[in-house]
């Protein structure tokens, strides 16, 4: 049983604007959504988490919808140096909000 | 520095030989987790722990132990390894969990097994 879904892979051009999607049905009340990126090699870093309506810092944007079952992370004008995978994180409501599961990861490739 | 360190960063072993991953993190976190990584099925969590004397399974938990005697560290003990333990696997820390808002979770640099 899957708990996130997420799109395998993404190219995009630099300078464009990414979104990726992830779908997450059994979100749990309590549980906020968190978003990581991962370089070859290295661990998972954060870049943004929310609850709901959208959330935006210094490097992405999350829009959460209504019904919390979906998330979309948003980087604004992407560069080569964004090329990496990135995880969407909630929680599980048959397991547990603290059992928290990553996504499969999307791999996103900028192109010069 | 605030930091989540693991050791040892790489490791080939035979199968059946018991070992230990140690994990540490310096910023007095109550949660702590640890993932294997495999190619083409992302980020697993094998146990996690809220506090000290705390700890539970996460998605793949068969043959590994875990133990939290003091907050700050949370080893991973492989009884006897067999090959298909042979992954990429990540130490993690945070506050509390998915409870609180912008309570991110800090990955140490990796340990890479092998089993052969």
């Known amino acids: 049983l899957a708990k996130t879904t997420q799109p395998i892979s993404m190219d995009s051009y630099e300078g464009q604007e990414v979104n990726i999607t992830c779908s997450h049905n059994n979100i749990a009340t309590n549980d906020y959504i968190t978003w990581y990126q991962q370089f070859p090699s290295q661990g998972p870093r954060f870049i943004i988490q929310g609850y709901k309506t959208k959330v935006t810092n210094e490097v992405a944007s999350l829009f959460i919808p209504a019904d919390r079952k979906s998330s979309t992370l948003s980087l604004p004008r992407v560069s080569l140096s964004d090329t990496a995978v990135y995880y969407c994180?909630?929680?599980?409501?048959?397991?547990?909000?603290?059992?928290?599961?990553f996504g499969t990861g999307t791999r996103l490739t900028v192109i010069p | 520095e605030a930091q989540v360190t693991q050791n040892p960063r790489y490791l080939i072993t035979v199968t059946g030989k018991k070992l230990t991953v140690t994990c540490s993190q310096n910023?007095?976190?109550?949660?702590m987790s640890w993932y294997r990584q495999d190619p083409g099925l992302g980020l697993r969590q094998i146990y996690y722990?809220?506090?000290?004397?705390?700890?539970d399974k996460g998605d793949v938990p068969e043959g590994y132990k875990v133990s939290r005697k003091e907050k700050r560290n949370f080893p991973l003990i492989l009884e006897s390894p067999s090959p298909n333990q042979t992954s990429l696997y990540f130490c993690?820390?945070?506050?509390?969990?998915?409870?609180?808002?912008?309570?991110?979770?800090?990955f140490g640099p990796g340990t890479r097994l092998t089993v052969t």
């Open positions: 722990s809220m506090n000290v004397e705390v700890t």
């Open positions: 994180l909630v929680g599980d409501i048959e397991t547990g909000a603290n059992n928290l599961f």
């Open positions: 910023m007095n976190h109550e949660y």
């Open positions: 993690a820390s945070s506050l509390g969990g998915s409870f609180y808002p912008g309570d991110e979770q800090y």
